[in-house]
């Protein structure tokens, strides 16, 4: 059985590779990152540390044109700028809709095309690393375990029955996505959450602010703070 790990180069899909490999062994693990039109590369970059770390083949996908008419905050197409707030904070401005760096659709799309990759390659299982954190609030409303349900039907019946999905943080709060990643040693000096680019995290965006709380959760020191000499 092989698996096809969906890896953005950050804390959850790198925990999720560990998985991956700790079940099926890094034979059998594949890698798949897709680049969306980020305003910065630095993920990538983190994606194909990750994956040389642990041994196993990246294909890397560009579908950044999909997004081009996209006012994302996160995209090159956009002027806005990436809200340096926590995600409560967002949310309370938000009337119950997505915040501002929901990417349109975002895991759909992955999922279908790690589908088609999956079964062009041989795997019968696609990990991923969305978690309860990123749902909550409907920030990310395709992080939810309602969405990971409905898309793995689509793909089990799609597919001849012959893949699934395999969410392993869906019900999961970034804490203990963390505290795995602890158990399984995961190398998170390579990872990269920020969503800015620069050679350090920002600290201030809403993804930084969920990394800091998650390793203090664990009291922890975050490995690739300490690398950037933050902490
Ligand atoms: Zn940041």
């Known amino acids: 059985m092989k698996a096809l790990v969906l890896l953005s180069g950050g804390l959850d899909s790198t925990t999720c590779l560990a998985l991956a490999v700790e079940h099926y062994g890094k034979e059998n693990v594949e890698g798949l990152c897709i680049f969306y039109g980020q305003k910065h590369t630095r993920e990538l970059r983190a994606a194909r540390a990750v994956a040389a770390y642990y041994g196993i083949s990246l294909t890397e996908l560009d579908l950044a044109r999909i997004f081009a008419g996209s006012d994302c905050t996160l995209l090159q197409g956009s002027t806005g700028e990436i809200p340096k707030e926590s995600y409560a904070e967002q949310l309370e401005k938000t009337d119950g809709k997505p915040v501002s760096t929901y990417v349109p659709f975002r895991n759909g799309l992955f999922l279908s095309s790690a589908a088609s990759v999956a079964l062009s390659k041989g795997c019968s299982v696609i990990y991923y690393g969305a978690h309860a954190d990123d749902a909550a609030g409907n920030a990310y409303p395709d992080c939810s375990e309602a969405f990971n349900n409905a898309m793995n039907e689509a793909i089990f019946i799609g597919s001849g029955e012959e893949l699934h999905i395999e969410a ?64």
Do not use: M
């Open 168 to 231: 392993p943080f869906v019900d999961k709060t970034k804490a203990d996505i963390v505290a795995e990643g602890l158990r399984l040693h995961v190398p998170y000096e390579l990872t990269w959450s920020c969503y800015e680019g620069g050679t350090v995290p920002c600290g201030q965006c809403g993804t930084c602010r969920d990394r800091a709380a998650a390793f203090a959760a664990n009291n922890a020191k975050d490995p690739a703070l300490k690398k950037a000499g933050k902490a």
